[in-house]
């Protein structure tokens, strides 16, 4: 089962306008019981680059530098994604999504 905080390839092509694109890591911010009986998670995008702001926490992942970008949280049907790559805990980046959710 696909479960929060876990970080996974993610295709997320095709796009439109500014939409971040192609295939790159996503950060599951979906809750464990959504995942569980939907065919859909909420994914937010990792970048090495970026504007840092105040809703994109950086973390380290990987061993590199990276933002997560919850200003570009979208729902990804399970299909999009492919390899599971690790885990970011929920203390780096949970309360900037409850935050920016309020």
């Keep these: 089962m696909v479960m929060r905080g876990e970080v996974?390839?993610?295709n997320l092509d095709p796009t439109v306008g500014t939409e971040i694109q192609k295939t790159r890591p996503a950060l599951v911010v979906s809750p464990d019981d959504l995942n569980a009986v939907l065919p859909r998670v909420i994914i937010a995008?990792?970048?090495?680059?970026?504007?840092?702001?105040?809703?994109?926490?950086?973390?380290?992942?990987?061993?590199?530098?990276?933002?997560?970008?919850?200003?570009?949280?979208r729902s990804v049907d399970k299909r999009r994604l492919a390899g599971k790559m690790g885990v970011i805990e929920e203390h780096h980046?949970?309360?900037?999504?409850?935050?920016?959710?309020a």
Excluded: N
Aim: charged residues 15%; hydrophobic residues 50%.
């Design 8 to 10: 996974y390839w993610v």
């Design 45 to 73: 995008p990792l970048t090495s680059k970026g504007q840092s702001l105040g809703c994109r926490p950086q973390v380290t992942f990987d061993g590199r530098a990276a933002l997560i970008l919850l200003d570009q949280i």
């Design 93 to 101: 980046w949970h309360a900037v999504l409850l935050e920016m959710l």
